[in-house]
C-alpha cells in the first residue's frame, strides 16, 4: 500500500518529539546535561527535585573496555549497589557524582576537585579512588548528600510549609491579598484576573508580578503627593546576581505637610556605568513620571568601593588569629618594658572592614592596620603555610605588597591625610549638624592640609623609616634612582626615590586632596550652606540674616524674579518678628521642624516666598550622609529582595 505525505501537524509533532527525546536524554546522561548554575537561580530547587525524584544515572550497558597497562578494564554495574551516589555516562564511559553535581562545590582538589562532577572518573583500575571521594565525614561529597536529604524533608522545606497552611492562615492571606487589590485596584486586578482559580499566587512569577504593579501604584502616589514641587535625586549602583549593572533612584522632597520624603522611585538596567549611561538612565526615568528636569533643584551620587577584607576575615579561626598574635606582641612588649600597663590601656583591638560610606571607618582600620602590622603579618604567614592554594597566593601576594617601603609610606601618608580631615568627615554624617560649623571643619581641614603640605614631609618621612625599621622592612636611599617593582630600570624614567615621594605622591595626593575639597565646597558652595543655615529656627532664630537670605534667593532667578526679591525683603521682616514673638517656634529645633510647624499653623500660606526657601533648603541634600542614610535603608531591597 502506497503511503502518502506526512501531514504537516503530524510532521512538527513528530520533530517535536524527536527533539524533546534527544533534549531528555542529555538531561539525564550526566555526561551531557548542564551545570545547576546555568539554569535561573529561581528553578534551581525545582531541578534538584526532580532530579531527585528520578534517581542517579544508572543504566544497564554493555560497558565498554578500556586498557591499563595491558589489562582489560571496564565499569561495573556491581559498583552501584554499594555507592547509590555513582551515576555512568554512556556519553562520555565515565563515572560522575550525583549529590556533587546537585549541590557539590569543589574544594581544591579534595576527592578528586570536579573529576566527578564535570570531567568524568575513567580511572576503572583504581577503585579506591571512588572511595576516596566519599571522604570524610564533613567533607563536599557528605555536605552535598545532607543538603539533598534537607531538600526532600517534607517538614523542612518552605514550600511544603506555605502548603501546610491552616485555612485561618489561607483567609488571612486572601484578606491581605484583597486589601492590596483594593487599594492598587487598577493595576493589580489585571495581574490577579486569572490566578485566584488557578491557584498561583505563591508562584514566584506571580508575586513578582504584583510587587511590580505595587510599585507603579506607590510610584503614581509619590509624584501626586510632589506635585509641582522642587525635588532632588540619590542616586546609587551596584550589580544583581546576573553581574549586570542596575542603578536604583531615590526622590526627595517636601510634601504637602512640610514634612521630608525620600522614596525609592525605581531601579533601571545599565549597560554600563558612566556618566552618559547613568545621565540617559536617569532622564528616562524621571520622563517616565513626567517629572520635568526644571524642578530638579540637586543630585546625590553614592559610590561603591572595592576595599576588601577577605583573606583574614574568612573564618573564625584567622578572625581570632589577629588577636592572638597581637596579645603575644602587647605581652612580650609588657615583658620588656617597651609598653606600659594600667587601667584601659591596651584594648583589645581588631581590624574594621571599611564601610563604603564612612570615611571614618577608614582611618580607624589604617589606625588599627598600623597597630595590629606585626600580628596581621604574623597570621599572613600562616595563610601562606597551611591555608588552601588559593588563598595561599593572596597572603603570598598581600605579604609581597605590605613589607615594602611604598606600602607603609601610603599607610602613613593616608593615615595623616585622613587625621586631619576626620573631624570635618564626622560633623557632616551628623544629621542635624549645624552648617557653619560645618564649613568651619571644611576650612580648618584646608589649612592644615596646606600646611602639611609646606612643613610635614620630614615628620613624614622620619615616621615612615622608624616603622620600616621597626619591622624588619629595607629603608630606601631617598638619593638612588627609583625603580618600578616588576620592570626593568631601562624601561623606568630616570627620578629620584626623593622626586618620586615627594613630588609624584606627597604633594600629588594632598594637591589632590585640596582640590577635592575645593571642587565640594567652592565658594559658590559655601555661600549657598552659609546662607540656609540663617534659616535654622534654633534658640529664637539667632542665625537669621536677612541679607544672606536674599542672597539665597538670587541664586534661583526662575523661581524668584525681581519683583519676588523685592517682596521678600518684606516679607522676611515680617517673618522674624512674627517667628519670635509666637511661642509656637520658639522651641523648634532645625528647619524640618519649621517647615512642619509652619504647615501645621497654615503659615506657609502667609509667608509663601519665605516657605518656598525652606523647602529648596530642605530638598537639597546639602550632606553626604543624607544620601548614604537613604541607601542604608534600601540594603534589604538591594542585596535581597533584588538578588
Known sequence: MEIGPVPIAASQSLIIIVVTLAHRRRRTDPGLREKISSYHPNNHDEIRICYLGKGPCQPPYDYPVSYFSGKPRRFRAEWCVTRNWLEYSIAKDAAFCFYCYLFGQVVGKQGGGDTFVMKGFKLWNQLVKLDSHVGRVNSAHNQAVKKSEDLLKEKQHIQSVLVKQSNQDKAEYRVQLNAIVDYHNESINEVLQNTWKNCKLTHHDIQKDIVNAIAHETSKVIIEDLGNGFFSILVDESRDISVKEQMALVIRYVNKKGIIIERFLGIVHVASITAWSLKCAIECL??????????????????????????????????????????????????????????????????????????????????????????????????????????????????????????????????????ITNEMSIALEKKNQYIVNAMDFVKVSKQRLQVMRDDEWISLLTGVSSFCATHDIPILNMDEIFVVSGRPRRNTQQNTNLHHYLVELFYTVIDMQLQELNNRFSEVTTDLLLCMACLNPSNSFVAFDKEKLIHLAKFYPSDFPGTNILALDSQLQNFIFDMRNNDLFLELQGVSELAEKLVSTRKHKTYPLVYLLVKLTLTLPVATATVERSFSAMKYIKHELRN
Not at 571614618?360 to 600562616?382: K, Q
Open 286 to 419: 524621571l520622563c517616565e513620571y513626567n517629572l520635568s528636569l526644571l524642578r530638579l533643584c540637586g543630585q546625590g551620587y553614592d559610590a561603591t568601593s572595592n576595599m576588601q577584607v577577605t583573606v583574614v576575615g574568612g573564618s573564625c579561626k584567622r578572625r581570632d588569629a589577629p588577636r592572638d598574635a597581637q596579645f603575644a606582641k602587647i605581652k612580650e612588649d609588657l615583658e620588656k618594658g617597651v609598653r606600659r600597663s594600667g587601667q584601659g590601656l591596651n584594648q583589645e583591638t581588631n581590624l574594621k572592614h571599611p564601610s563604603d560610606t564612612r570615611w571614618g571607618l577608614y582611618y580607624g582600620t589604617i589606625l588599627n592596620l598600623i597597630l595590629m602590622f606585626s600580628a596581621v603579618v604574623d597570621v599572613l604567614e600562616i595563610i601562606e603555610e597551611d591555608g588552601l592554594s588559593d588563598q595561599k597566593v593572596k597572603a603570598r601576594s598581600i605579604m609581597r605588597s605590605i613589607l615594602t617601603f611604598e606600602f607603609v609610606f601610603a599607610l602613613h601618608l593616608m593615615k595623616n591625610i585622613l587625621g
